[in-house]
């Protein structure tokens, strides 16, 4: 089992419903950029998303115009990059999904047939009873088969949390209408479960980050790593003299 994909898949499913909280709050400024010029910038970033809101929701007021029956609050804020966010990963989530499914997942089991009985009459009723019931006992079974909630489907409930807890179910070979996963198979739901929990951690800020910046340390010329996420404070460090910056400036040297 691939546990370190069962992980990321668990990671989304969690934190999907954290995604759609944070998509209507106001942006965090605190949370992990560039360095100090990353923390800067996120002020222009906050502002581009405010001005981006007022324009959608402007939008939505001209339309309100035009319908007079409609009536109600105005729209929520919304945090567009998370949506952003959600679109990307429900999108690379499900065709991933259908991707796997239609590899792995055997066709539902067929309904019995009715027997023709004016070619191949039954000798006797008890004959035709038995045969009755079987029919209908097969019928459950190609019922139950079709209808198994362990079945990916391509219509219906195709969202992200869905996608992520059948893939997986398919990563820890768990029952179901389904094979057993080749390795070729489960690299790709890997690859896939690794690049959509890093967009869901980097969103909603839960990851620890570091990250080198291109600028030289000004002191001594050294390398600069900028650390930061879960919702800390960005802190940068010159692995060469050592010294320490914040967003107030320096605070070690």
């Not at 944070?22 to 965090?28: E, T």
């Not at 990353?38 to 939505?60: C, M, N, P, S």
């Not at 539902?108 to 038995?130: K, S």
């Amino acid at each position: 089992m691939n546990t370190t994909a069962a992980t990321h898949l668990r990671t989304i499913a969690l934190h999907w419903t954290d995604l759609h909280e944070a998509a209507g709050q106001p942006a965090q400024l605190g949370a992990f950029g560039l360095g100090l010029r990353g923390y800067l910038a996120r002020f222009d970033q906050a502002d581009a998303e405010q001005l981006e809101y007022e324009r959608h929701q402007a939008a939505h007021l001209r339309s309100l115009e035009r319908d007079p029956m409609q009536l109600g609050d105005r729209p929520t804020p919304v945090r567009l990059h998370i949506l952003d966010t959600m679109r990307a990963v429900e999108a690379a989530l499900v065709l991933c999904a259908d991707d796997i499914a239609h590899a792995v997942q055997r066709a539902p089991i067929a309904g019995p047939t009715a027997r023709r009985t004016a070619i191949a009459p039954y000798a006797t009723q008890r004959e035709a009873d038995i045969a009755a019931a079987d029919r209908a006992r097969r019928q459950q079974l190609a019922h139950a088969d079709l209808v198994d909630p362990r079945r990916w489907r391509y219509t219906g409930r195709r969202t992200a949390p869905h996608a992520a807890l059948w893939l997986l179910a398919r990563v820890e070979r768990a029952p179901g209408p389904c094979r057993h996963l080749t390795e070729d198979e489960e690299t790709r739901i890997g690859n896939v479960a690794a690049g959509a929990a890093a967009r869901v951690e980097r969103a909603l800020d839960i990851a620890a980050q570091q990250r080198t910046l291109s600028t030289p340390c000004p002191g001594c010329g050294g390398t600069v790593d900028v650390h930061g996420g879960e919702g800390r404070v960005p802190v940068a460090h010159c692995t060469g003299c050592g010294r320490i910056w914040t967003e107030g400036g320096v605070v070690a040297a």
